[in-house]
């Protein structure tokens, strides 16, 4: 509707300007100027609003609100009212959420003092009123929902959904009622155009026949090109017995209009002195009829084939007991007409592209008015279509995060889902926040190589740093220093995995010695750390020393992934042998350990219910195994190769970066129903399936130019959040609501 507002107001000043009215046309453009209803562009009465807020307008955004309930609310029926309220208030708790996050108590404390005699009286403000009071309301358990992402995100498109639907709903005036005319209209003529360029393409494909060969096919059918060799006898008896039998049997509606209409047509008597011959009359009256057969199945194709059966039923008893050959021929005519009548539809679709003669056949038409129902139900049976299937996910905004300038190795959100630490491959690190500004906390650099992170889990302020001289260092992301610097190994300096325990009372560290070819492709696309011995040591974070260093059979390898479950009871490794090792942490020992897959193994994770895990290896298979039966694939999924790696950015001039992967290739849902996985222009979110289904792709976040190489999903609030990171240096970071069915 804005946009047709603002044509129609050029429509209007165009007017005035061509009438000479100057002084009308000054006035229109002021009352534009000062327009409150903004054209009845949502955006922009949105945009009004925040403009109220983040300047802590109070009595703007009062009066602005106001005006929209005098001028659009008070109109509405009186069940709307509850959800007008429900707006005005989620609207003063946005504009205290800000104000505290922004920490202008002061504008809390005005809020309050203005609004409190409106206020106090109103149950869902009654335990608002000690938000001045509390230090730090983001972490109480009654405001914590209002100050995540994901609150305000629905609020505004909530909304903005609201004003779109009430000017869509207005009563429009006669000037607006025109342009939409003239806009459906211009839509109407651009698609007949199209269709019309796509008929004579298709007519340009077909071959071309002669006129009088042409005629034949479109109006006689197979069965009747050979009726002039039959004797006037069967000719007779066959009209005789088809007009019984149409006589006989009640017909309702067009079809026995059509069959009345016909025999108008054809004359009562025939002129014998014209030189036309019973014969040829008969002819005649077989071509007409098979005419209005045609109409018939034209109108009524279903009843089509019953209706054939039933005209010809006499003419087959007469017939079988005749060994006239002319006989024979008439049977041998009929049962072709009755399995021409008989073809499905799919079977003449079929043929009516093969042959001109089957395509302009009145069936044709019918399978053309069946095919779309045909098309949908096979799209939505084969989740092909995504408008079809409710989306599980809606994408609520897309932020992008620049402050890297190589690759990224490593993006990961902390368990509170407040922070994020991002590791580029010139050994940067980044520590930034995302809610409710996207803002860069603290920056790391190191002389040596930085190859790993991961966050703390108690206190969740602390980042686990794994270099590639044989250190672990403890970072504190608030007081931006050094806890502590921990001296691993010398003899495997590269620590390739950090994880920290849900306890957060010790940690795993993968290290490994150093590759001739390391992080680099052999010809045969093999890693040259596939045979690299390394280390799983398991160390205490109060006293920082190393308590225990796990046994690898059959031999020392290179760990490049590490994951514990919910409680800290298991821990899953991946290595680069491609065996996948499963430890008790409470013995301290293996569990099980079988060979996953052929080359190294990427990246493995728990599934929801941990009675499974995920792998992705070097042979680009994601597989999940059961971790009750040793070595048995519970399911196994088909990914592209540009979500398994290794990722290829190709430049200019045939120049290629290729990169390993490193850091994690997926990552799932709250609930473990839905994946997220790399790909080569943004990530990519598949429904996990049992069975043969396989994975269901639901939905693309795009957003990036090269291939993404890490992912992850804060699950710490009811919204998705997912970082995708690619190796421009770019990283997506996604807000989804999650569609839950009722």
């Keep these: 509707m804005g946009s047709a507002v603002e044509r129609t107001d050029e429509l209007v000043r165009e007017y005035l300007i061509f009438r000479g009215f100057t002084s009308s046309l000054r006035h229109l453009d002021v009352e534009i100027k000062a327009d409150k209803e903004k054209g009845f562009r949502v955006d922009k009465i949105i945009e009004q609003l925040q403009q109220f807020i983040q300047s802590y307008d109070l009595p703007g955004l009062r009066d602005y609100w106001g005006y929209l309930d005098r001028r659009l609310f008070s109109r509405l029926e009186d069940i709307y009212r509850p959800t007008v309220n429900k707006l005005r208030t989620s609207l003063y708790r946005y504009y205290l959420v800000y104000t505290v996050q922004t920490a202008r108590s002061e504008k809390t404390q005005e809020f309050f003092q203005k609004q409190a005699q409106e206020l106090q009286g109103q149950t869902e403000w009654r335990d608002w009123f000690v938000l001045p009071f509390i230090p730090s309301p983001e972490l109480n358990s009654i405001f914590a929902p209002y100050f ?41 003529l651009e698609e007949n155009e199209l269709l019309r360029q796509t008929v004579f393409a298709l007519q340009a494909e077909q071959p071309r026949l002669p006129k009088e060969e042409v005629m034949v096919h479109h109006k006689l059918p197979p069965y009747v090109q050979n009726m002039d060799r039959l004797g006037d006898t069967e000719l007779d008896l066959i009209s005789s017995q088809r007009s019984a039998n149409l006589t006989a ?33 008969s002819v005649t009256m077989g071509r007409r009829d098979a005419a209005a057969n045609h109409s018939m199945k ?32 008439h049977q041998d005519h009929e049962k072709q007409r009755k399995e021409l009548l008989a073809k499905p539809p799919a079977q003449s679709m079929e043929k009516r592209g093969e042959s001109l003669e089957t395509e302009t056949h009145p069936e044709g038409s019918v399978d053309q008015i069946d095919s779309p129902t045909k098309q ?25 995060y620049s402050e890297h300038h190589s690759s990224i190795m490593h993006c990961r959100v902390d368990c509170s889902g407040r922070r994020v630490a ?26 040596s190589p930085l190859l790993s992170l991961e966050w703390a889990t108690k206190p969740d302020r602390l980042l686990l740093l794994g270099s590639g001289v044989g250190t672990v260092r403890l970072y504190d992301t608030e007081a931006k220093k050094n806890l502590y610097e921990m001296m691993i190994d010398d003899v495997h300096p590269r620590i390739l995995s950090l994880a920290c325990s849900p306890s957060g009372t010790s940690f795993v560290c993968s290290a490994a010695a150093h590759s001739l070819r390391s992080g680099t492709l052999s010809e045969s696309g093999a890693r040259g750390s596939s045979a690299v011995p390394g280390q799983l040591l398991l160390w205490d974070t109060k006293t920082v020393k190393q308590q225990l260093q796990f046994s690898l059979e059959p031999g020392p390898i290179a760990v490049n992934c590490t994951a514990f479950n919910h409680n800290g009871n298991l821990l899953v490794t991946g290595a680069a042998d491609g065996i996948i090792r499963l430890f008790d942490m409470q013995r301290y020992e293996s569990a099980m350990s079988w060979k996953a897959h052929d080359g190294e193994v990427y990246s493995v994770e728990f599934s929801y ?25 519970q399911s196994e999924y088909s990914l592209p190769s540009d ?31 839905y994946v997220l996985t790399c790909s080569s222009n943004g990530g990519l979110i598949y429904r996990l399936n049992e069975g043969e289904k396989g994975l269901e792709s639901v939905l693309p976040l795009g957003g990036h130019k090269a291939p993404v190489v890490t992912v992850d999903w804060c699950t710490a609030m009811d919204c998705g959040t997912c970082l995708t990171a690619s190796m421009d240096g770019k990283i997506k970071l996604s807000t989804l609501l999650a569609q839950k069915p009722y």
């Design 148 to 188: 995540s992402r994901q609150w305000a995100d629905t609020f505004l498109v909530s909304l903005h959904n609201f004003l779109s639907v009430l000017f869509q709903c207005m009563p429009l005036p006669v000037l607006l009622s025109f342009d939409a005319e003239v806009q459906r209209s211009a839509a109407i």
């Design 249 to 281: 049997q009640p017909q309702s509606g067009s079809f026995l209009s059509s069959l009345l209409s016909q025999g108008k047509r054809v004359p009562a008597k025939t002129p014998q002195g014209v030189g036309s011959s019973p014969t040829q009359a």
């Design 298 to 329: 034209l109108k009524d194709p279903p009843n089509s084939s019953k209706d054939s059966k039933a005209l010809f039923s006499s003419t087959e008893v007469s017939d079988s007991g005749s060994a006239h050959p002319r006989q024979r021929r």
């Design 376 to 400: 949908t139900r096979t799209c939505v049976e084969g989740g092909g279509l995504s408008g079809a299937i409710e989306q599980p996910f809606i994408k609520l905004s897309q932020e992008e």
């Design 422 to 447: 991002s590791l580029d491959v010139d050994g940067v690190i980044k520590v930034w926040s995302f809610n409710p500004l996207m803002q860069t906390k603290a920056t790391i650099m190191s002389k």
């Design 609 to 633: 219910d941990e009675n499974t895990v995920f792998s992705i290896g070097e042979d680009g298979k994601f597989i999940e195994w059961n971790i009750h039966r040793s070595g048995v694939k």
């Design 643 to 673: 979500a398994t790696g290794p990722f290829v950015l190709s430049g200019y001039s045939g120049y290629k970066q290729v990169q390993v992967p490193r850091g994690r290739l997926f990552a799932f849902d709250s609930e473990g129903n």
